[in-house]
Every structure is written in structure tokens, then in C-alpha cells.
Nanobody, 127 residues
Framework: QVQLVESGGGLVQVGGSLRLSCAAS????????MGWFRQAPGKEREFVGR????????NSADSVKDRFTISRDNAKNTVYLQMNSLKAEDTAVYYC????????????????????WGQGTQVTVSS
């Protein structure tokens, strides 16, 4: 059984920072890609970025690349999403997900290819 639990969401002012965590438990994740997605009300789920458990290689969406950083602590089975310079448009429910070690950008951004998902954590950015 695989469990993913997000935490760290909350209310933050525009320009502020927030760090989200995703704790993984159960089956080994050594060969997994860990993705971050977000979904705002009335909008489709959007790819934010991903990280490889074993290599640490990251890929991020252009919309957040200069502001968000993905990292992981393999010893803690935890991945992080550090969000800086937050904008109101970043308001969404943020999800972490685990999937195969994708090799193309199109595949890693496809939420349908991730079999395991956390419950999500709300991030609200206000002025």
C-alpha cells in the first residue's frame, strides 16, 4: 500500500513563501517520479513539477520555474515544494503524486499516468 500525505498549505500574502511537504510511505519509491500538481476552482489540474527519487533531477512548469523549487529527502521519504514570490494566481489545492520514471516532458505532466495521489493541501495567496 502506498500513501502520500501533503502538508504545509495555508494562507500567505502575495510575495510570501511557503514550503509544502509530501510524505510517502509503503512501497519503495526509489524508482519513482514524484510530481506536484495543482488545481484551482473551475480549472483543470495543472502540472507544477516533478523530481526523481534516485537522481534528484527536477523539471518544472515554465509558469513557476523561477519561483518554485522541488527537492527531496530520500532518508525521510519526503519531497518538498518550496514556493517563493507567491502570486494570487498560485491559489489552488496542491497535490503530490507518484508515478513511473517518466522520460518525456509530456508523460511526466500527464496526471492520468500517476497512480498514487495525496489528498491535497490548500494554498491561498491573498493581498
Amino acid at each position: 500500500q502506498v500513501q502520500l500525505v501533503e502538508s504545509g498549505g495555508g494562507l500567505v500574502q502575495v510575495g510570501g513563501s511557503l514550503r509544502l511537504s509530501c510524505a510517502a510511505s509503503g512501497r519503495t519509491f526509489s524508482s519513482y517520479a514524484m510530481g506536484w500538481f495543482r488545481q484551482a476552482p473551475g480549472k483543470e489540474r495543472e502540472f507544477v513539477g516533478r523530481i526523481s527519487w534516485n537522481t534528484g533531477i527536477t523539471n518544472s512548469a515554465d509558469s513557476v520555474k523561477d519561483r518554485f523549487t522541488i527537492s527531496r529527502d530520500n532518508a525521510k521519504n519526503t519531497v518538498y515544494l518550496q514556493m517563493n514570490s507567491l502570486k494570487a494566481e498560485d491559489t489552488a489545492v496542491y497535490y503530490c503524486a507518484a508515478g513511473p520514471p517518466f522520460v518525456t516532458g509530456q508523460a511526466m505532466a500527464n496526471s492520468r499516468l500517476y497512480p498514487y495521489w495525496g489528498q491535497g493541501t490548500q494554498v491561498t495567496v491573498s493581498s
